[in-house]
């Protein structure tokens, strides 16, 4: 370990307490709490790990880095993630996480797009665009949070079971999906 840089925030998530001057350091702060980047470069000679000492090189330095939490790309409402939970049930329910992500990229990307609805509830009630289902499991309310934070695909607007569609470009087949990207003069005009 000497020489080595340890990041103290995954250490104490591993439960392990570094002691340094006697001053006991990550057993009481949490990750977020680590506001300031630290360097330890005196060790007391001991790492104490579910009560055992354990020794350690006498020069070990620690660095502690700032953690900030990750904001999502896109806000919604409980009622906005519950309603895109229950059209990716309906239309996905089946389909891994990527092919469920995909689905909801279709709405926000819709909802994003001046040539549909610009909510949520406007763009799932298009006449004849999604099914909805009256319920919904943990896997599709999950996909609908993972694209909160980083969508997959920023372009794709449209998708079917039974092939590719007429409308926007075609894309890529995923799961028992046929996935439509934006017509590229209209991905132009959002990007101005």
């Known amino acids: 370990m000497r020489g ?26 949490t990750e977020s709490e680590a506001a300031e980047p630290v360097t330890i470069t005196q060790v007391e000679e001991k790492v104490v790990h579910d009560r055992v000492e354990i020794p350690v090189p006498k020069v070990t330095t620690v660095e502690v880095l700032k953690v900030v939490d990750k904001v999502p790309e896109v806000e919604l409402t409980e009622s906005d ?70 969508e997959l695909d920023d372009y794709v607007a449209w998708f079917c079971s039974d092939g590719f569609i007429c409308y926007g470009q075609q894309a890529y087949q995923h799961g028992g999906h046929y996935f439509n990207w934006l017509p590229e003069e209209w991905i132009e005009e959002v990007e101005e």
């Open 4 to 29: 080595e840089v340890i990041n103290a925030a995954a250490l104490v998530g591993a439960g392990v307490v570094l002691l340094a001057s006697g001053i006991v350091i990550g057993a009481a702060a």
């Open 81 to 150: 993630k519950e309603l895109i939970a229950r059209v990716v049930y309906a239309e996905a329910g089946w389909e891994d996480e990527i092919g469920k992500r995909l689905v909801v990229d279709v709405i926000l990307n819709r909802v994003r797009d001046p040539h549909f609805p610009s909510t949520v509830h406007g763009v799932v009630y298009q006449e004849h665009q999604f099914l909805k289902a009256g319920t919904y499991n943990e896997a599709c309310m999950e996909a609908v949070e993972a694209e909160m934070y980083g």
